[in-house]
Nanobody, 124 residues
């Protein structure tokens, strides 16, 4: 059974940084494209960033380009999202996602497994 566990969320001031991590267990990590989505109260879950199986391609939402960096370590079954220059509008629940064998930008409908989410709060 595939399990995704996020960590690293928290409270930070505007302009600050946070690093989110996601660890996959129960399957072969390198079989999955990995990504992050976020969702606020009453809003749809939206794409943030994704990375293909062997880090050949990275994709970012326009709203985070130049500020967020996604990476992965297939030896540690872990993906990270480095978030810099955080803004109050980045406040959301961030979800780790895994998409089996995908080489494309992830979207909500392509995700095979979800984590439970980690909360990021950016204060003004």
């Amino acid at each position: 059974q595939v399990q995704l566990v996020e960590s690293g969320g928290g409270l930070v001031q505007t302009g600050g940084s946070l690093t989110l991590s996601c660890k996959l267990s129960g399957s072969t990590f390198s079989n999955y494209a990995m990504g992050w989505f976020r969702q606020g109260p009453g809003t749809e879950r939206e794409f943030v960033a994704s990375i293909t199986r062997f880090s050949g391609s990275r994709f970012y939402a326009d709203s985070v380009k130049g500020r967020f960096t996604i990476s992965r370590d297939n030896n540690k079954n872990t993906m990270t999202l480095q978030m810099n220059s955080l803004k109050p509008e980045d406040t959301d629940l961030y979800y780790c996602a895994a998409d089996l064998y995908s080489y494309q930008r992830m979207d909500v409908t392509s995700v095979d497994h979800w984590g439970k989410g980690t909360l990021v709060t950016v204060s003004p």
